[in-house]
């Protein structure tokens, strides 16, 4: 029985890549070889080496890859891969013509500062992507990970974008599932923390168990797994306020590991062991409801797992 693929082309102009969706079970190099018939299987074997195949959102370059009904299988051309190896320390994993979501590595800026004017952060990297394509091409800063803070992140290419995406954060913004790493075993396995955060003039954030005129954040977290010196949790923002993680793991008494601004002793990942795991979202112009996730570190779930 022959395998019948649906191809569908998406509409995005700044980076071509050709979607497929997969009716019936297969590897992947075969079905990659069975798509671009017109290519030499030594060229369709280089795209997939090259990280340009992505399955589900996740680049995928194992040959031996099980494709299954109802996954999605984009293809990048060649001209975008030559411009994204420019990239370092971010992954663009989708582009359309209003927002462009990226995976940041932790130690790279979201957006300069007055202190690091000048480093090689996200923002002034996907501005010169995408300037490639047109000097008056801009990027538009949506919301923030902190340098040390990796995972998922959503850029506006226009001001309207960006203006509807930050007046409707709360409406449009579905999820935001970060996964942490703190310092000692807790306790419990699931919790709830509300707290009001006002900042310092030393930019520090503190959290109040009442209202005292601050910022209401909520934070749920699940533990994962533990052993006595570090858990790794599953946590889910209600709010988005500045350092919230952070600060609510340490009202718990289990702070981030490597938060020494924030009562952390130890810093065993040499890097905050906070990254931004799964972000849900409705498009900002066409309101369909889009899913985008990065991979735990491994070093998150080995550092944390339990001893039998």
């Known amino acids: 029985m022959k395998n019948k693929q649906k191809k569908k082309a998406r509409p995005v102009k700044a980076a071509a890549e050709t979607t497929y969706t997969i009716s019936e079970s297969s590897d992947l190099l075969p079905f990659l070889l069975k798509s671009l018939n017109k290519l030499s299987r030594n060229a369709v074997k280089s795209i997939l080496t090259r990280g340009q195949v992505r399955v589900n959102n996740q680049t995928v370059t194992k040959h031996n890859y ?66 490639q394509d047109h000097p008056r091409n801009r990027i538009f800063i949506v919301h923030r990970l902190d340098r040390d803070t990796s995972g998922i992140m959503v850029f506006a290419k226009n001001e309207q974008t960006k203006e509807r995406l930050q007046q409707q954060w709360k409406h449009l913004v579905i999820e935001r599932m970060y996964t942490a790493v703190v310092e000692g075993n807790v306790g419990k396995p699931a919790g709830t923390i509300t707290s009001w955060l006002t900042e310092s003039k030393t930019f520090k954030i503190h959290s109040c168990p009442f209202d005292n005129g601050g910022k209401k954040a909520v934070t749920h977290y699940k533990k994962i797994q533990g052993n006595h010196a570090y858990s790794l949790l599953q946590v889910h923002l209600e709010t988005g306020r500045k350092n919230q993680i952070r600060v609510h793991m340490q009202d718990i008494g289990h702070p981030i590991a490597g938060d020494k601004k924030y009562g952390a002793h130890t810093n065993p990942l040499k890097r905050l062991g906070l990254h931004a795991t799964t972000l849900v979202l409705l498009h900002p112009s066409t309101n369909k409801r889009m899913a985008f996730s990065a991979a735990v570190p491994k070093k998150f779930s080995a550092i944390s797992k339990s001893i039998v």
């Open 66 to 131: 099980i494709l299954h009904p109802g996954d999605t299988v984009m293809i990048q051309d060649n001209k975008t891969a030559m411009k994204t190896t420019a990239l370092t320390g971010i992954t663009i994993i989708h582009e359309d013509d209003d927002i462009i979501v990226i995976e940041k590595a932790a130690g790279i800026l979201s957006v300069a500062t007055q202190k690091k004017d000048g480093e090689s952060t996200a923002y002034a990297q996907l501005t010169a992507y995408v300037r």
